[in-house]
Nanobody
């Protein structure tokens, strides 16, 4: 059974960078999977950040992060990285990774399972 675990969150100043990780385990055939990243700020709905297809590293990003955030896959470590650059206070949220198959979808309902989340806080 596929399991996901995020790590790497923390506190960073506006304009800075941070990399969060999503370690994937429990499945040996990962090429069918798409790993999505979502975030949820206090009082707001969970929103799509980006997604990457394991087989070819094809990516899709939300407009709010395009050009600042970069997704990558490390096959040797079975890990997906979300590199976040030029961070803004509005990027502050609990960041989750989740899995779906084949398509780079943006709806939370299309993803299962989910990790437990990692907190990213950007100070102004």
């Amino acid at each position: 059974q596929l399991q996901l675990a995020e790590s790497g969150g923390g506190l960073v100043q506006a304009g800075g960078s941070l990399r969060v990780s999503c370690a994937v385990s429990g499945e040996s055939f990962l090429s069918v999977f798409v790993i999505g990243w979502f975030r949820q700020a206090p009082g707001k709905e969970r929103e799509f950040v980006g997604a990457i297809r394991w087989s070819d590293s094809y990516t899709r990003y939300a407009e709010s992060v395009a050009g600042r955030f970069i997704l990558s896959v490390d096959n040797a470590q079975n890990t997906v990285y979300l590199q976040m650059n030029s961070l803004k206070p509005e990027d502050t949220a609990l960041y989750y990774c989740a899995a779906t198959k084949y398509y780079l979808l943006t709806s939370t309902g299309e993803y299962n399972p989910w990790g437990q989340g990692t907190q990213v806080t950007v100070s102004s």
